[in-house]
Nanobody, 126 residues
Framework: QVRLVESGGGLVQAGGSLRLSCLASGDIFSIFTFNTMGWYRQAPGKQRELVAT???????NYADSVKGRFTISTDNTKNTIYLQMTSLKPEDAAVYSC?????????????????WGQGTQVTVSS
């Protein structure tokens, strides 16, 4: 089974920064067999929304609300993707989850699709 585990959330004042990590482990050949990985967030009473994605070719895409403030990146050596968040606003508060559209399993012959982590809470005080 592929596992995605997020970390790095917490409580921060408005204007502050956090870096979220998403570590892939378990039955994987490499996390970097995805087409697209991304970060999503869901605030109470709201639908889950896309925050940022990155393609296997390294092309990032951001929601308009976070452009210029958030940066998505990857570390191939650590099977990890990151979300650097700066200039945080109270409206950024949510549970942040990472997703991989597909991951090649250790056998290198099978795939797991639409993998999600359980999320990490980000709280921003005004």
């Amino acid at each position: 089974q592929v596992r995605l585990v997020e970390s790095g959330g917490g409580l921060v004042q408005a204007g502050g920064s956090l870096r979220l990590s998403c570590l892939a482990s378990g039955d994987i050949f490499s996390i970097f067999t995805f087409n697209t990985m991304g970060w999503y967030r869901q605030a109470p009473g709201k639908q889950r929304e896309l925050v940022a994605t990155i393609t296997s070719g390294g092309r990032p895409n951001y929601a308009d609300s976070v452009k210029g403030r958030f940066t998505i990146s990857t570390d191939n050596t650590k099977n990890t993707i990151y979300l650097q968040m700066t200039s945080l606003k109270p409206e950024d508060a949510a549970v942040y989850s990472c997703n991989a559209d597909r991951v090649l399993k250790r056998s290198a012959t099978a795939w797991e699709y639409d993998c999600w982590g359980q999320g990490t809470q980000v709280t921003v005080s005004s």
